[in-house]
Protein backbone atom coordinates (compact mmCIF):
# COMPACT_ATOMS: atom_id res chain seq x y z
CA UNK A 1 0.00 0.00 0.00
CA UNK A 2 1.11 3.74 -0.63
CA UNK A 3 0.67 6.29 1.73
CA UNK A 4 -2.02 8.58 1.08
CA UNK A 5 -1.70 11.90 0.48
CA UNK A 6 -4.38 14.96 0.34
CA UNK A 7 -4.91 18.54 -0.51
CA UNK A 8 -7.49 20.21 2.39
CA UNK A 9 -8.97 23.61 2.47
CA UNK A 10 -11.45 24.48 5.04
CA UNK A 11 -12.52 27.77 6.00
CA UNK A 12 -15.57 28.76 8.60
CA UNK A 13 -16.28 30.89 11.29
CA UNK A 14 -17.51 30.11 14.97
CA UNK A 15 -18.43 32.50 17.71
CA UNK A 16 -21.25 33.28 19.91
CA UNK A 17 -24.39 35.68 19.30
CA UNK A 18 -26.08 36.67 22.71
CA UNK A 19 -26.72 32.99 23.62
CA UNK A 20 -26.89 31.17 20.91
CA UNK A 21 -23.23 29.40 20.22
CA UNK A 22 -22.45 29.27 16.36
CA UNK A 23 -20.21 27.22 13.72
CA UNK A 24 -20.44 27.49 10.11
CA UNK A 25 -17.58 26.19 8.10
CA UNK A 26 -17.07 24.57 4.65
CA UNK A 27 -14.56 22.04 3.35
CA UNK A 28 -12.48 20.58 0.35
CA UNK A 29 -10.25 17.30 0.46
CA UNK A 30 -8.79 15.62 -2.32
CA UNK A 31 -7.19 12.46 -1.31
CA UNK A 32 -4.70 10.75 -3.54
CA UNK A 33 -4.08 7.22 -3.20
CA UNK A 34 -6.83 6.85 -1.05
CA UNK A 35 -7.23 3.46 0.46
CA UNK A 36 -10.36 1.79 0.37
CA UNK A 37 -11.76 -1.60 1.46
CA UNK A 38 -12.70 -4.04 -1.62
CA UNK A 39 -14.81 -7.69 -0.68
CA UNK A 40 -13.36 -10.83 -2.27
CA UNK A 41 -16.54 -12.50 -1.11
CA UNK A 42 -18.70 -13.31 1.77
CA UNK A 43 -16.91 -11.25 4.76
CA UNK A 44 -13.73 -11.14 3.19
CA UNK A 45 -11.71 -8.79 1.05
CA UNK A 46 -8.54 -6.43 1.23
CA UNK A 47 -7.27 -2.98 0.75
CA UNK A 48 -6.69 -1.14 -2.39
CA UNK A 49 -5.37 2.36 -3.63
CA UNK A 50 -7.65 4.87 -5.66
CA UNK A 51 -6.02 7.52 -7.13
CA UNK A 52 -8.30 10.33 -6.16
CA UNK A 53 -11.32 10.79 -4.21
CA UNK A 54 -12.78 14.09 -3.10
CA UNK A 55 -15.27 15.01 -0.49
CA UNK A 56 -16.85 18.36 -0.01
CA UNK A 57 -19.39 20.04 1.89
CA UNK A 58 -20.44 22.58 5.06
CA UNK A 59 -21.31 21.90 8.27
CA UNK A 60 -23.30 23.83 10.27
CA UNK A 61 -24.22 24.14 14.49
CA UNK A 62 -25.61 26.29 16.93
CA UNK A 63 -26.44 25.60 20.64
CA UNK A 64 -28.63 28.02 23.37
CA UNK A 65 -28.21 27.14 26.89
CA UNK A 66 -31.34 28.86 28.45
CA UNK A 67 -32.10 28.33 32.21
CA UNK A 68 -32.64 24.54 33.05
CA UNK A 69 -32.25 23.91 28.67
CA UNK A 70 -29.63 22.65 27.03
CA UNK A 71 -30.18 22.90 23.21
CA UNK A 72 -28.14 22.26 19.74
CA UNK A 73 -28.66 21.21 16.34
CA UNK A 74 -26.02 20.70 13.36
CA UNK A 75 -26.75 20.19 9.85
CA UNK A 76 -24.01 18.71 7.15
CA UNK A 77 -23.30 18.02 3.83
CA UNK A 78 -20.64 15.97 2.24
CA UNK A 79 -20.48 15.22 -1.61
CA UNK A 80 -17.99 12.48 -1.69
CA UNK A 81 -16.88 11.17 -4.96
CA UNK A 82 -14.79 8.85 -6.69
CA UNK A 83 -12.50 11.57 -9.22
CA UNK A 84 -11.13 8.72 -11.72
CA UNK A 85 -12.42 5.22 -13.11
CA UNK A 86 -11.25 2.21 -12.14
CA UNK A 87 -12.13 -1.63 -11.84
CA UNK A 88 -13.02 -3.09 -8.49
CA UNK A 89 -13.30 -6.16 -7.25
CA UNK A 90 -16.91 -7.00 -5.71
CA UNK A 91 -18.01 -10.57 -6.94
CA UNK A 92 -21.21 -10.76 -5.16
CA UNK A 93 -22.92 -7.58 -6.79
CA UNK A 94 -25.24 -8.44 -9.52
CA UNK A 95 -23.30 -6.29 -12.09
CA UNK A 96 -20.20 -7.46 -11.47
CA UNK A 97 -18.09 -9.24 -14.47
CA UNK A 98 -17.32 -12.51 -15.07
CA UNK A 99 -14.12 -11.28 -12.73
CA UNK A 100 -16.10 -10.33 -10.50
CA UNK A 101 -15.46 -6.45 -10.44
CA UNK A 102 -17.03 -3.44 -11.48
CA UNK A 103 -16.39 -0.33 -13.35
CA UNK A 104 -16.32 2.62 -11.24
CA UNK A 105 -16.87 5.94 -12.60
CA UNK A 106 -15.70 9.72 -12.18
CA UNK A 107 -18.27 10.93 -9.93
CA UNK A 108 -19.55 7.69 -8.39
CA UNK A 109 -20.79 8.36 -5.11
CA UNK A 110 -17.97 7.03 -1.91
CA UNK A 111 -20.67 4.21 -0.33
CA UNK A 112 -21.32 4.74 3.74
CA UNK A 113 -21.13 8.08 3.36
CA UNK A 114 -24.90 10.37 3.53
CA UNK A 115 -25.34 13.65 1.80
CA UNK A 116 -26.92 14.91 4.50
CA UNK A 117 -26.83 14.25 8.29
CA UNK A 118 -28.77 16.58 10.86
CA UNK A 119 -28.81 16.32 14.36
CA UNK A 120 -30.85 17.45 17.12
CA UNK A 121 -30.53 17.44 21.39
CA UNK A 122 -32.07 18.85 24.07
CA UNK A 123 -31.29 18.80 27.72
CA UNK A 124 -33.66 19.60 30.71
CA UNK A 125 -31.54 19.92 34.08
CA UNK A 126 -34.14 19.34 36.93
CA UNK A 127 -33.87 20.73 40.26
CA UNK A 128 -33.46 17.52 41.67
CA UNK A 129 -29.42 16.79 39.86
CA UNK A 130 -31.56 14.79 37.23
CA UNK A 131 -31.24 15.39 33.72
CA UNK A 132 -33.60 13.95 31.09
CA UNK A 133 -32.46 13.94 27.60
CA UNK A 134 -33.62 13.85 23.88
CA UNK A 135 -31.50 12.95 20.75
CA UNK A 136 -32.32 12.97 17.11
CA UNK A 137 -30.44 12.12 14.43
CA UNK A 138 -31.12 11.54 10.55
CA UNK A 139 -28.95 10.19 7.66
CA UNK A 140 -30.19 10.85 4.13
CA UNK A 141 -29.64 7.71 1.71
CA UNK A 142 -26.85 6.45 0.94
CA UNK A 143 -24.57 3.62 -1.23
CA UNK A 144 -23.79 0.39 0.31
CA UNK A 145 -20.23 -0.64 0.67
CA UNK A 146 -19.79 -3.15 -2.41
CA UNK A 147 -21.60 -1.16 -5.04
CA UNK A 148 -18.59 1.79 -5.63
CA UNK A 149 -20.19 2.11 -8.68
CA UNK A 150 -23.18 2.78 -7.45
CA UNK A 151 -25.29 0.67 -9.73
CA UNK A 152 -27.91 -0.20 -7.31
CA UNK A 153 -30.82 1.73 -5.70
CA UNK A 154 -29.04 3.32 -2.59
CA UNK A 155 -30.17 2.44 0.95
CA UNK A 156 -33.21 4.90 2.49
CA UNK A 157 -32.34 7.34 4.87
CA UNK A 158 -33.06 6.56 8.44
CA UNK A 159 -34.03 8.25 11.77
CA UNK A 160 -32.77 7.60 15.11
CA UNK A 161 -34.52 8.62 18.77
CA UNK A 162 -32.32 8.34 21.83
CA UNK A 163 -33.98 8.60 25.29
CA UNK A 164 -30.93 9.77 28.09
CA UNK A 165 -31.56 10.33 31.71
CA UNK A 166 -28.78 10.68 34.43
CA UNK A 167 -28.37 11.48 38.01
CA UNK A 168 -25.64 13.05 39.49
CA UNK A 169 -25.54 11.29 43.00
CA UNK A 170 -22.21 14.06 44.07
CA UNK A 171 -19.78 15.64 41.61
CA UNK A 172 -17.71 13.01 41.25
CA UNK A 173 -20.37 10.04 40.16
CA UNK A 174 -23.23 10.14 37.90
Given at each position: LVDTGSV???????????????????????????????????????FANVDETLREG?????????????????????????EDQFQVQSPNHPFADSNGELTVNKGDRLPGIPDHQFKFSADWRTPW???????????????????????????????LVNLRASYAVNKHFE
Open positions: SIADGVRGKLGVVQHRLGYFRTANHNDIIFQTTGRGTGLFESAFAVSFERFDYAIAYSYVRATFSLVLGLDLLYNSGQFLRGDESNQLDALDGYA
